[in-house]
């Protein structure tokens, strides 16, 4: 059973990795998402600011160790492939701009000052 719990565990990581990036665009048609959204996004940030693992990938590999602890290829092919995208091999200082980035776009969208096609501020 560990095994499963984990490769669900990676599944919601990518599920909340989308959200983080796309949120934004449910966040701005209900209140709710908006604020798991931008909690999430302020979550992002200190852990990028601290250096620090998401909660979801310590839990994985706990589950991990637990199912089997000597296995170095766990889960489904498909979860193979999630993780990869997932745990990308990126400097922490890249992840780190694109999280700010991340962070100033939703801001931006946030706030509501988008142009028309006519370039006039629409609220």
Avoid at 9 to 32: P, Q
Avoid at 33 to 48: N, P, R
Avoid at 55 to 68: A, K, V
């Amino acid at each position: 059973m560990y095994g499963i719990f984990a490769d669900v565990t990676v599944f919601v990581h990518f599920l909340w990795i989308l959200f983080l990036i796309f949120g934004g665009c449910l966040g701005i048609r209900y209140m709710f998402a908006k604020i798991i959204h931008i909690s999430g996004l302020a979550f992002a940030l200190v852990i990028q600011i601290f250096g620090w693992y998401c909660p979801l990938t310590h839990l994985e590999l706990w589950l991990r160790e637990r199912h089997e602890p000597d296995l170095s290829y766990s889960g489904s092919f498909i979860i193979h492939y999630l993780e990869k995208i997932i745990y990308i091999e990126l400097s922490p200082i890249l992840i780190f701009v694109f999280t700010i980035l991340l962070f100033g776009f939703n801001a931006w969208l946030y706030s509501g000052k988008r142009r028309d096609r006519n370039g006039s501020v629409k609220r």
